[in-house]
């Protein structure tokens, strides 16, 4: 073949390949120019997939926030659910029904079962007694001689088989008249009178003894009201007395019982170791706080608006107190006014803050401390049947390396959290975390019953210094004014330490209203 031939042919075969690769160069380029048009699609979307994740990133961060401040909140709200009288500072009222188990400390640091009604073992007990002369006597005739014209002829014939005794009350107003004489002495010649009795003061007024009925057995102790009280004198004694004349016995007892505080509060202040508490009452639609210092011997309680330093100033007994404090953690007692005050803080208290931590948190350094607190108990008392009155150095030593070690495993359980959005004020730190830091600070005086066995464990002598005015609260709900308040703390704190030195408080309160009581039985 030509060579012409040939390089025609060449050429015509490389045009078909160029044009069959323009071809393709066209479709790759339609291809990248869709591909491109699709990208740009793509990177749109993308773009606001993008935006919508993180709108939803930042809802679900607004969620989990919202989350777990509810979850806080329920924490929170369960935790005051499950709020008694043995995991908090509720009083045992609030409890109605539903009576918990108090852990072993609280109950006296006894496991033994519930006792039985009645007498206990090795109590002794008392019966009704018997005058030697009945005051009536009443002859029982067979009921065959009820219409028999014989009957009062054969009776005294016959003999007593046996007799029955009834013991019964007869209240039976009595009306005294005192006469002052007056006459001429035959000796100086001199007229001379005589004088009456001290506590006679009126034409007509009411005795000590009536007084004292309506004060102690009506009103301050026994929780009636006013008009109750008129209903109960008309009824028991056929007496109408008027509710201002009930008020005006009150106040004027209450003035009588104010002039014996001095007394009490220098009883108190005197004794190596009181117990003070503060609860609240309702005066005047309002809250009050009573306060009360107490003794075994002694109990005094005043009534005031604060509940703070001020009431417990007004008290006046603690600025002055020499001897040992027992009160709970309330911050008011470490004010800088009792700074040289020796304080012990009550360990029912704790044993209940701690069962609160175990109940709402199950942290197992709040039940290890328990089991601590309850081993102290357990071995004061040990020590004291043994009349040891003082624990050795080295089992205070030992015992206070163990309440640090808890201490140490309570902070790494409840670790301080930074807040995370900054508020005004202290950040909260949560029931337990506030605890532990009360035991690390007050670790000398929540162990105080341990190191100085004059102290008792817990403040119960001053807590049952309020049984009564909480009782009054519940029949009463609120005292009129503040002078109601203020007088019904000062009868109790007499009546009260009566009774706490065997004394009968009606009787005691008939010897105030007839100018003849005084404290001298307190020594």
Not at 21 to 41: F, M, P
Not at 83 to 89: E, F, L, V
Request: contains cysteine.
């Amino acid at each position: 073949m030509a060579p012409e031939a040939t390089w025609k042919k060449e050429f015509e075969r490389l045009n078909r390949k160029i044009d069959r690769l323009s071809a393709t160069n066209e479709k790759l380029v339609l291809q990248g120019i869709k591909q491109s048009s699709q990208l740009s699609e793509l990177n749109d979307q993308n773009k606001q997939q993008s935006q919508i994740i993180d709108k939803l990133s930042r809802t679900i961060d607004d969620l989990k926030q919202v989350i777990a401040t509810k979850d806080a909140r329920i924490a929170e709200l369960e935790e005051q659910k499950n709020k008694n009288s043995t995991n908090s500072s509720k009083p045992s009222s609030t409890d109605f029904f539903n009576k918990p188990r108090p852990s072993s400390i609280n109950k006296g640091g006894s496991s033994s079962p519930k006792k039985k009604t009645g007498g206990q073992k090795g109590h002794e007990g008392s019966t009704l007694q018997l005058k030697e002369t009945p005051d009536a006597i009443h002859r029982c005739l067979p009921s065959q001689c009820a219409r028999c014209a014989l009957a009062e002829k054969c009776s005294p014939s016959f003999r007593i088989v046996d007799s029955r005794n009834v013991v019964d009350v007869s209240i039976v107003p009595q009306q005294s008249r005192y006469d002052r004489l007056q006459g001429v002495c035959p000796k100086s010649g001199l007229v001379v009178s005589g004088d009456y009795p001290q506590g006679v003061n009126a034409y007509l007024q009411y005795g000590g003894n009536l007084k004292a009925m309506v004060v102690v057995a009506l009103s301050s102790f026994g929780m009636v009201s006013v008009s109750r009280i008129c209903e109960l004198m008309e009824g028991l004694c056929g007496i109408s007395v008027s509710e201002g004349t009930v008020c005006n016995i009150l106040s004027d007892c209450a003035d009588r019982c104010n002039s014996l505080m001095p007394e009490l509060k220098s009883h108190v202040i005197a004794s190596e170791k009181a117990f003070f508490d503060e609860t609240g009452i309702r005066v005047d639609g309002k809250v009050h706080w009573a306060h009360t210092a107490s003794t075994e011997k002694v109990t005094l309680i005043t009534s005031h608006p604060k509940r703070g330093v001020d009431g417990i100033l007004a008290g006046g007994i603690l600025k002055d107190f020499g001897g040992v404090a027992v009160h709970d953690c309330w911050g008011s007692y470490y004010h800088e006014h009792f700074k040289d005050v020796t304080h012990a803080v009550c360990g029912a208290h704790i044993d209940r803050e701690l069962e609160g931590v175990i109940q709402n948190t199950r942290q197992q350094w709040a039940r290890s401390m328990q089991k601590l607190l309850g081993r102290l108990y357990k071995v004061k008392s040990n020590l004291l049947k043994k009349g040891i009155g003082r624990a050795p150095d080295e089992m205070l030593d030992d015992f206070s390396r163990r309440y640090d070690r808890i201490l140490d495993r309570a902070f790494s359980r409840n670790p301080y959290q930074e807040p995370k959005v900054m508020k005004r004020g202290r950040p909260k730190k949560g029931k337990a975390l506030s605890l532990i830091e009360r035991l690390r600070d007050l670790k000398d005086d929540v162990l105080r019953f341990f190191t100085d066995f004059r102290v008792p464990f817990s403040n119960n002598i001053g807590e049952k210094s309020f049984r009564l005015s909480k009782l009054k609260m519940k029949v009463a709900g609120s005292f009129r004014s503040a002078d109601g308040g203020s007088n019904f703390c000062a009868i109790f704190s007499i009546i009260d330490t009566i009774r706490k030195n065997g004394g009968n408080a009606f009787k005691a309160l008939a010897q105030l209203f007839n100018n003849s009581f005084s404290l001298a039985f307190l020594g």
